[in-house]
């Protein structure tokens, strides 16, 4: 549920959060990226940095140039306006995934925890539209929601110690990519041929909070082509708008 | 155009390159870095001529040594590690002229936990998304995105100031003691924690543990109670807040921290106090005390009038 007013909470002498609603819900997330983008459009001085979470959006300010009390009334007028003003399009990206063997290794257990087949795991997992809550955790770690509940799955007793950038995994209720190369105690269903963060382009992430994405399947000798592209620089990202 | 400047003999537990951090990319998961002590970070390279934001050397704890592979001016700041030039004793807190050869050594930490070493003409790596800082968990930044180790060689960029030897006020050079009160602004999740658990923080004398890193420090003493638990919705992570976990235990979070997470954060660590936090060891006590936003502002306010003190004097 979206609140009635917002609630600014204390992030010390300089940041504040603005809390705009008391749920993972798409309609609150959608309104922390539309404050967002309305606060970066207002080019309000002494604003240093926005992060948007899954309700909320913390902003850094420099407190010499703005005082907590002045931001907090801009916000409340900007969020006035929210309705009428003019935002970007959200975007759906398509990351492409081999699925199962060594690209999944979990991908067995996942079907047979939920009593399907590994293909049907993979046709629901690539069937779904999942939102980009928020990015955290790690350099271009993407928290989604969407996923099914038919194919939730248990983190595994023992986390693995180490696995592959662009890993593809089931938490819970959860399903996520690995950006880079971590300890990990999701189930790994697939694995991206993309490399989501690259810190030398701008802005680094091709993922970013607000928008949606896919999974599509690819086998292991498309997954070679693209990875070469990838690493050629030539890759297209299928992308599109939506309204 | 920028030279040879260091050879790393030793590097010492951790010794990375820093500016004043990356802002910016939270967004995208990645932590500001930066010098944990802004404040002896920013003096170093006033010392030697250099803007307040160029790139410098963070040396944690005792260890490192560097050799100098031709003549330059630098400055040593932030905790005493009885810096040595080939063996004899060496001033910190002033600007320092090295020759071709001369060894520099940290070889004992008298107190604080960080020193700061400013080149003049500063530090010279590409930047990556704006920042020289290092971020050594992802690998960005600074040297190839890790710590300096033994034989690498760092360059300088050519100083534009001619350096004159300067020497920092003595009244404005911080004495580390084992035992500090760090100011703390209540929220963004104060309401979630019972009236004990608020005074329990407030009224407590903590220990840093051994887990005390530029990413947080990890604090022992008596435990913080919750309403009904420590788990919220994700958010993000002011630089400076205390968040406590479920068992109880206060973390202060610092410059490398994860940009997100989903513990309650108790209050904030006001902006003057991080420097101060960033020379505490494991070990050393504190206690946290409740100030208001605007005193808070007066603090900082003061401290940046501070800094263009020292500015004018340095360069009267």
Known sequence: MIYKEPRFLSGGDHAIFIELGDSIDPD??????NLKLAIEKADILGVVELVPAYRSLLVYFEPLQISAAEFRETICNLLQSLASSELPKRMVIEIPVTYG???????????????????????IHSGARYLIYM??????????????????????TTPRLKISPGSVGIAGTQTGIYPAESPAGWQIIGRTPLELFHPNQEPPSILQAGDYLTFASITPEEFTIIRESVRKGTYQLAKKDIA | M?????????????????????SGYQQFGVPTSGALDNYAYRISNLLVGNAEEAAALEITLFGCQLRALRETMIAITGADLAVTVNGAPAPAWESLSLKQGDVLSFPRLSSGCRAYLAVAGGIAVPKVMKSAST??????GGFGGRPLHKGDILQANQSTTSVKVVRMLSEYIPVYGNQIEIRVIPGPQDDLFTEDGISTFLNSDYTVSAQADRMGYRLEGPRIQHKEGA?????????????????????????DRQTTGGYTKIATTIS????????????DKINFKKVDEEQAVALLKKYEQQMETIKSRLYA
């Open chain 1, 101 to 123: 063997g060594e690209f999944g290794p979990d991908l067995e257990l996942v079907a047979s925890h939920n009593n399907l087949s590994a293909a049907e795991v993979v046709r």
């Open chain 1, 135 to 156: 990015i955290g955790f790690m350099p271009g770690f993407p928290y989604l929601g969407g996923m099914s509940p038919e194919i939730a799955t248990p983190r595994k």
């Open chain 2, 135 to 140: 971020y050594t968990k992802a690998g960005i």
């Open chain 1, 28 to 33: 609150v997330n959608q309104r922390v990226r």
């Open chain 2, 2 to 22: 920028s030279t040879k400047v260091f050879e790393v003999i030793q590097p010492g537990p951790l010794t990375t390159i820093q500016d004043l951090g990356r």
């Open chain 2, 272 to 283: 003057v106090d991080i420097p101060r936090i960033a020379q505490a060891k494991p070990g």
């Open chain 2, 231 to 255: 788990d919220i919705i994700s958010d993000g992570i002011p630089l400076g807040v205390v968040q406590v976990p479920g068992d109880g235990l206060p973390i202060i979070l610092l410059v």
